[in-house]
């Protein structure tokens, strides 16, 4: 944590470490083996696209690097620190934020009470020990935090439900980087979008690796993939089979690592 | 409509906290404002039809005598299902705090203060001891809350009759009755305390960070885990909180009745229930507010009221309350259908 300054002008080089880092990430789910020996990194400043056909572990790897399963076997290391993660508290306090594909939202309450969920600022002095909320410094600090990333919310003292589904996934990207330090998954973020909204998130999404801050991109879509990642890893069967840098790679060369040129007919699931 | 950038500057979101205007008209559009409108016309009519009698001192006291018990139930259930829950085990854990209550004075024998802080204390005891039993199998055991609090319903009711062989416990303290039938300034007793629940109910659920986890889980659990909150450990407080206020009812029963009123209190959580939902807390968890639950309890004790003064028969007051719930539970889905867009 003390190097947080410097990691936000940090440059992008292949030189330096990654600031998360996984290896022989293993889980299992009864008799279905969803990671095998995973290995995984991410650096500061840099979208780090994580891909993967249905069932090659993508959301396994995320839930496990935020805290909310444990991993059967393996280690994570946040700027060669190792650690591990009970819970998405855990995780949270190393750094990491994840933005679900659920959005992870109350719907019935404000923008501001959907920033602090679970992390709720009090009122300083007595009071606060007592647990009253201090609402407006929430408020505040959540404006502060929707401007820096442009992101405009036409009314901050209404239920979330009551925004458009761009400005709610709004409120739950803003979240993240709010208490992001290290790392921020987002997963499958532009899926439940329109063209133009894509657009924009891929955008916010530049915006927030231009902070600093390692960018975890879990999609489906190869063409937000290659229009916002500077680095792809591709995860088959459980196992990461490729780290590539997105300098000149198609669409069908990710379809290819992803589906596997040479054993395209295993299952989800299978065991070796 | 839908952008993050085009929005034009005028109607952005500003640093600016919320005009008093836009609150006001925030609160007059909310469930609570129309149900307490509901309630004032009841009452401008019932006052108008029997101006001697309804809007009487001796009736609206009674009135609110009659309401005292049931908003302290109503409170806790106000809390459980704007966090998702349900607890139907209220009115036989009122019993059953009631009479271990009772037995306790009994035991004690002598009359006085001191007494009554023991049976209050056996009450509340034994009411928490009934809700952390509810919380534990719903939030641990993930047995659902309408199972879990039916069956403790039953199980409770079952306890105070085997206790009592079925008989009511009638050895109510004096200074117990004194202090449920006695007056504070002109006021009952019995309401200047189920008036401090209310108070401190609102303060803690709209003002706390405990207020704030009960709202957040009711409306998403799952995201509410991720995000840190000990969702099982609060669940479980919440319904604890439920048992608490039915053992704290269970004493101002005891004091008003001067008899552990076994068969008194089998609808006790249909009708705290029903206040619940008139009062604009979501069946879905999420929203709700204390001052709709008071607006809630008050609309059905007042109707039953009128209705015995105009000479109606009181059933009509159940008929139509009935009827009100579902047409407040319908109302409660089309708002959000036309929110979650």
New interface residues.
Partial sequence: MGNAAENLTHTPDDSAGPILEARGISKSFGHVEALRGADFSARAGEVTALIGDNGAGKSTLVKILSGVYKANAGEIFIRGRKVSFDSPAAAHAAGIETVYQDLSVAQDLSPAANMFMGREKLLPGLLGRLGFLDNAAMRRESLLAFQRLKVSLKDMDTPVASLSGGQRQSVAICRSIMWARSVVFMDEPTAALGVVQTGRTLDLIRRIRDTGIAVVLISHNMRDVIQVADVIEVLRLGRRIARMPNKGVTVQDLVGAMTGALDAETEEGATP | ?????T?PPA?????A??SLG?RLR?ALTSSPAYMSGILLLLVLFFTFMRPDTFASAFNLRNIFLDASVLLVIAIGMTYVMIAGGFDLSVGSVLVFSGVAAAKAMEAVGRDGIGTVAIGTGVALVTGLAWGLFNGFCVARLRVSALITTLGSMGAALGMAYLVTDGNDIRTVPNTLIAIGTGNIGGIPSLVLISALFTVIGMIILH????G??T??I???P????????NTAGHLMSLYALSGLLAGAAAMLSLGRFSTTTLEGHGTDPLEAVTAVVLGGT?LYG??GTVIGTVIGVFIPAVLANGFIIMGVQPFWQMVVIGFVVIGAVYADQIK?QT???
């Fill in positions: 409509m839908t952008g993050t950038t929005v109607e952005l979101a500003t640093l906290p919320p836009r925030g003002l706390t960070r405990y704030r986890h709202f957040l009711g409306s998403n799952e995201a509410s885990r991720r995000a840190g909150i979501s999420g929203r959000r929110q979650d867009r």
